[in-house]
Nanobody, 123 residues
Framework: VQLVESGPGLVKPLQTLSLTCTVS??????????WSWIRQPPGKELEWMGA??????YYSPSLKSRASISGDASKNQFTLRLSSVTPEDTAVYYC?????????????????WGQGTQVTVSS
């Protein structure tokens, strides 16, 4: 499986960040994997943001009010939107896949990752 993130590298404060993950080699509608967004701010640990699988979407409680994840099965893509961004949202953003036999909220459970995309929030 291959996952490729795309989106702007620079976002202004209070704007909405939008990133897309394009998947090949598997379908985002598969019933055996979770598809997630995970980020890593500079000097900090990986943070699970949210996942989409089996027709449902799950969010980290800390981001639920600002994050929105959607899937497009026809394009085999899933998208993250994060509203009202601040410099604290500066991070490398990854999309990743984990088997549903694992705890999909734990970044260390993920075997398949995109290359990551740097997003900087700055005016």
């Amino acid at each position: 499986v291959q996952l490729v993130e795309s989106g702007p590298g620079l976002v202004k404060p209070l704007q909405t960040l939008s990133l897309t993950c394009t998947v090949s080699g598997d379908s985002i509608t598969t019933k055996t994997y979770a598809w997630s967004w995970i980020r890593q701010p500079p000097g900090k640990e990986l943070e699970w943001m949210g996942a989409i699988f089996r027709g449902s979407i799950y969010y980290s409680p800390s981001l639920k009010s600002r994050a929105s994840i959607s899937g497009d099965a026809s394009k085999n893509q899933f998208t993250l939107r994060l509203s009202s961004v601040t410099p604290e949202d500066t991070a490398v953003y990854y999309c990743a896949r984990a088997p549903l036999t694992s705890d999909y909220r734990r970044p260390d459970e993920y075997d398949d990752w995109g290359q990551g995309t740097q997003v900087t929030v700055s005016s």
